[in-house]
């Protein structure tokens, strides 16, 4: 943060793109900015003119009912007395008298009245038909238990059987939605109006909140970025709660929900500094995709990484991917992916051609098989090999002549398998050596 010639307070930022650029900070975005950095916590301030007075004893009991229900939460605090449990969470703190904090637990009259940037809605649209549009003010945990319920008629099932056993897998994974729903209150921007929004409609189930990612956090980094919360006050009192994820890495649930069954990425693309959106597309469950997590997991004992599940679904879109596009789109260490990769390749889920950088990676024959997609392996792999003589005089018509590196190149093959395909065009007549030695390169018998 600076003064400029002006004596108008700034402060430097990174735009979308990564370039810094200088930008007037007026009053109102100080604390918008410092959250941002790390150094303000908002939901760890108490609310001024409150009391104890302001929490709703039944909103206490639902806390008690929450902790209760959920196996990750911190079991002791049940057995606390309500003022004990309350200053352990921290919602009662001791400035100049009793003040608290109202977001979990606080009665609506005193949020509305003290809290008015406390706003969530949830929304159901088909086509342009607005079906339920619904606004909440009232505490958190309240809030967060109406729009799930307000939600489940609006996520119907598909029957899947994999193996002996069926079982109904809604159209948006649950576990998914609880967590990117906690996760959009946990950190919004509680400086500024808005409203945590919940939307349902034809292209699926989108939650945004206001306030952008902090400082070193972007849709790129998201699941590799040390995890970093703009509330760590609140977001410590959901994850004892049993609501969060106690590790910090609720954005691995998110992911894992999609790509357990197959499903298309979430989609964070729309966030921006002045808020988070993540879109969970509709799909239907790919049903071989599932089989075979679930035959390997039978295998390994164990399911499946994250980071596996990641490079499969590249593969299964890209058909086949080098390395550096692997490395540069998953974001991951090229340690990391290379010891990944070779689990999958020891699995019979990823095979390779080639060596050093020329290698590629497509998904292996037993994926191919269990999708009922055999032709398409056959394409990707055999197929490649019976045009290799095709694919070489074609560059040697558009390249006058071509040499071994050419080949080596063109086809992802060790130097042997490239003097081979060209020494058998030489024996079939289709080619023929100009030059020698070191310099020696084959061009097109017309």
């Not at 079906?131 to 099932?157: C, D």
């Not at 990612?213 to 959901?238: K, Q, S, W, Y």
């Not at 049993?242 to 649930?253: F, K």
Request: charged content about 30%.
């Amino acid at each position: 943060m600076f003064v400029d010639e002006q004596g108008c307070c700034c402060f430097e930022r990174r735009t979308m793109d990564g370039t810094p650029e200088s930008v007037p900070m007026y009053p109102y975005e100080i604390a918008t900015r410092l959250s941002d950095l790390g150094r303000l916590d908002y939901s760890a301030q108490p609310v001024m003119e409150s009391t104890r007075d302001d929490l709703d004893p039944l909103e206490r009991d639902r806390l008690r009912k929450i902790i209760a229900s959920y196996q990750s939460s911190d079991r002791n605090l049940l057995e606390l007395s309500d003022a004990d449990l309350e200053k352990s969470l921290r919602l009662v703190v001791s400035v100049n008298g009793e003040l608290t904090r109202l977001l979990l637990i606080g009665n609506e009259e005193a949020l509305q009245r003290l809290v008015p940037t406390n706003e969530a809605a949830f929304q159901v649209l088909v086509g342009t038909d607005i079906k339920v549009n619904q606004t909440y003010r009232g505490p958190l945990l309240k809030t967060i238990e109406q729009i799930a319920e307000s939600f489940k008629p609006w996520n119907p099932g598909t029957e899947l059987t994999v193996g002996l056993f069926s079982s109904v897998v809604p159209e948006f994974d649950e576990r998914a939605f609880r967590e990117a729903l906690v996760n959009a209150f946990g950190h919004r921007d509680y400086s500024l109006l808005g409203r945590v929004r919940v939307l349902v409609d034809d292209a699926g189930l989108t939650i945004a909140n206001p306030g952008g990612f902090v400082e070193g956090i972007n849709v790129h980094n998201l699941l590799t970025a040390e995890p970093r919360g703009r509330n760590p006050c609140l977001m410590d009192a959901l994850k004892r709660t049993g609501l969060a994820e106690r590790t910090g890495r609720g954005i691995d649930r998110i992911f894992e929900g999609a790509l357990n069954y197959g499903r298309p990425l979430p989609d964070y693309s729309r966030s921006n500094r002045r808020g988070v959106s993540v879109l969970l597309p509709r799909s239907v469950p790919d049903k071989a995709f599932v089989e075979l997590l679930a035959e390997e997991r039978e295998r390994s004992g164990k399911s499946m990484s994250l980071d596996g599940l990641l490079i499969l679904d590249k593969l299964k879109s890209e058909r086949r991917c080098g390395f550096d596009v692997l490395s540069g789109s998953l974001d991951m260490s090229d340690q990391r992916l290379r010891t990944v990769l070779g689990q999958l390749t020891e699995a019979g889920l990823v095979e390779s051609a080639g060596v050093g950088a020329r290698r590629t990676y497509m998904l292996g024959a037993k994926v191919y098989r269990r999708s009922g997609r055999a032709m398409e392996y056959v394409r990707q792999s055999d197929i490649d090999r019976v045009r290799y003589p095709e694919l070489i005089i074609e560059l040697m018509h558009e390249q006058k002549s071509v040499s071994k590196n050419d080949v080596m190149e063109l086809l992802h093959l060790e130097e042997n398998q490239a003097y081979y395909q060209l020494r058998k065009l030489v024996l079939e007549g289709r080619a023929k050596k100009v030059g020698s030695g070191r310099n020696v390169r084959y061009a097109a018998v017309r």
